[in-house]
């Protein structure tokens, strides 16, 4: 039977071949090696985020422009609607006074956020 002495003395040689000047040295090298594998993960996540970030803002900026067309073809539809009903002028002044009085409720209210951000970060009561 082997109770493993054999293992031992095996470990405990190659323990007095070894210093513990080469064991840092190669835990050294090791993580130089790990920190350089790191930095190049990093530098092309962050080449792959800008490639990313490019195209992001590019198909949010045809997004928006498609949008801003649609709503101008809802206003225009709303006058053409409105034309026989208030006449053209009519229609014109109320679809204009809708979007003032919506454009004036949007305002306020991002001036409200607005104030009560500046409030809490200067640390003021917020209520």
């Known amino acids: 039977m082997n109770d493993g002495g054999d293992h031992i003395s095996e470990t405990l040689a190659e323990a007095d071949e070894r210093s513990l000047e080469n064991d840092l040295r190669e835990l050294a090298g090791h993580a130089r090696d790990y920190a350089l594998s790191e ?8 080449a792959y985020a800008g490639k990313s970030a490019l195209w992001i803002a590019i198909w949010l900026g045809a997004a928006l422009v498609f949008v801003f067309f649609a709503l101008m073809a809802l206003v225009f539809g709303a006058v053409l609607v409105l034309t026989p009903l208030i006449t053209a002028l ?3 002044a109320a679809v204009t006074g809708l979007l003032l009085v919506l454009a004036a409720f949007s305002g306020w209210s991002a001036l409200r956020r607005w104030r009560k951000v500046t409030a809490l970060l200067s640390g003021e009561d917020v209520s």
């Open 90 to 92: 009519g229609a014109t």
């Open 39 to 46: 930095l190049a993960f990093q530098k092309t996540r962050a």
